[in-house]
């Protein structure tokens, strides 16, 4: 099993660009989420969904959006990016959200 | 509305030494989890431990151990003999369960503990 996979690892964008977080798992897990990590804020949930074709918003969810048409994959858009979406986010996923979450390697997004 | 506290922001002890990293929580709920993950200079979030809010006992695997207190709202990890590769971030989280589909996960800001050899 590869656990969760994320791609890119690193990217630069330019402000007002467009750009999408990629976040698969193998582990036919229904619960997946993404979180970004910011120096002295812990991991803030961004948006997660419970199963294919239900997403909810989590407590950042502001520019960015999601979608899930499967259990595998759990893309996370950013429609124009800005310099406060400078941050490392990290794709999860679990069996339930009550169960360990297992965590990408992260991507390192930096906003120009 | 639920929150989790870590008041301490960076932690060095001597190698060897015992460490304990504490966690409070806030929630109205009666039926909740807490876990703690570890973030190794690496960057990788590494779980370590799930406890639900019926079981207050404490639990020890092999050098760490951690200390449930439904009392003070208190889920504290103690690192024992504590080694270099112990040199983390760790994180404490909460969820609460409830039937209404919208639970989520709230990290604490995390204690970043330095082992000096």
């Known amino acids: 099993n590869a656990g969760v996979t994320q791609t890119p690892k690193f990217q630069v964008l330019k402000t007002g660009q467009s750009m999408t977080l990629q976040c698969a798992q193998d582990?036919?897990?229904?619960?997946m989420s993404w979180y970004r990590q910011d120096p002295g804020m812990g991991l803030r949930l961004i948006h997660y969904?419970?199963?294919?074709?239900?997403?909810d918003q989590g407590e950042v969810p502001n520019g960015y959006n999601v979608s899930r048409s499967t259990t595998e994959d759990f893309p996370l858009r950013l429609l124009s990016a800005a310099p406060s979406q400078t941050s490392v986010y990290f794709c999860?996923?679990?069996?339930?959200?009550?169960?360990?979450?297992?965590f990408g390697p992260g991507t390192r997004l930096t906003v120009t | 509305a639920q929150k989790v506290t870590q008041a301490q922001t960076e932690i060095s002890v001597v190698e060897k030494e015992d460490v304990t990293l504490d966690c409070v929580y806030e929630?109205?709920?009666?039926?909740?989890?807490l876990f703690w993950y570890k973030q190794p200079p690496s960057g990788e979030l590494v779980f370590l431990i799930r406890?639900?809010?019926?079981?207050?006992q404490n639990e020890i695997s092999g050098r760490y151990s951690w200390n449930f207190q439904k009392s003070t709202s208190s889920f504290n990890f103690t690192i024992t003999a504590s080694q270099v590769v112990d040199s983390a971030v760790y994180f404490c989280?909460?969820?609460?369960?409830?039937?209404?589909?919208?639970?989520?996960?709230?990290f604490g800001t995390g204690t970043r503990l330095t082992i000096i050899p």
């Open positions: 929630t109205r709920d009666t039926t909740y989890y």
């Open positions: 999860a996923s679990s069996y339930s959200i009550a169960y360990e979450q297992y």
């Open positions: 989280a909460l969820i609460r369960r409830s039937n209404f589909g919208n639970e989520k996960l709230t």
């Open positions: 582990m036919n897990h229904e619960y």
């Open positions: 406890r639900n809010s019926f079981d207050e």
């Open positions: 969904s419970v199963g294919a074709g239900i997403t």
